[in-house]
Nanobody, 117 residues
Framework: QVHLVESGGGLVQAGGSLRLSCVAS????????MGWYRQAPGKQRELVAG?????STTYGNFAEGRFAISRDNANNTLIMNDLKPEDTAVYYC?????????????WGQGTQVTVSS
């Protein structure tokens, strides 16, 4: 089954940039959708960005114009520009996986992004 590993989180100053990577392994030919969600303390998990198998992208309102997602087969990269303190959260990679008759969702463990003011 698909396993997702995130990397690239860390501490960055406001206005800076960060690149997050998600590497998938195991049954990667079954991945149809990949994306990122984030969750800050005391807040709901929210969509950051997503990309489907033909390259169509979608972004959360806060991410539009600042963040960009790209995909190389079963791996993807999230480039975040002009980071703000409110972007501080745990960022989770996700993948939609087609398993014959089922469509299931896989999650990575998350990577912490902290933006200082």
């Amino acid at each position: 089954q698909v396993h997702l590993v995130e990397s690239g989180g860390g501490l960055v100053q406001a206005g800076g940039s960060l690149r997050l990577s998600c590497v998938a392994s195991g049954g990667t030919d079954t991945i149809k959708y990949m994306g990122w969600y984030r969750q800050a303390p005391g807040k709901q998990r929210e969509l950051v960005a997503g990309i489907d198998s033909v390259g169509s992208t979608t972004y959360g309102n806060f991410a539009e114009g600042r963040f960009a997602i790209s995909r190389d087969n079963a791996n993807n990269t999230l480039i975040m520009n002009d980071l703000k303190p409110e972007d501080t959260a745990v960022y989770y990679c996700t993948a939609g996986v087609q398993l014959a008759s089922q469509l299931v969702v896989r999650w990575g463990q998350g990577t912490q992004v902290t933006v200082s003011s």
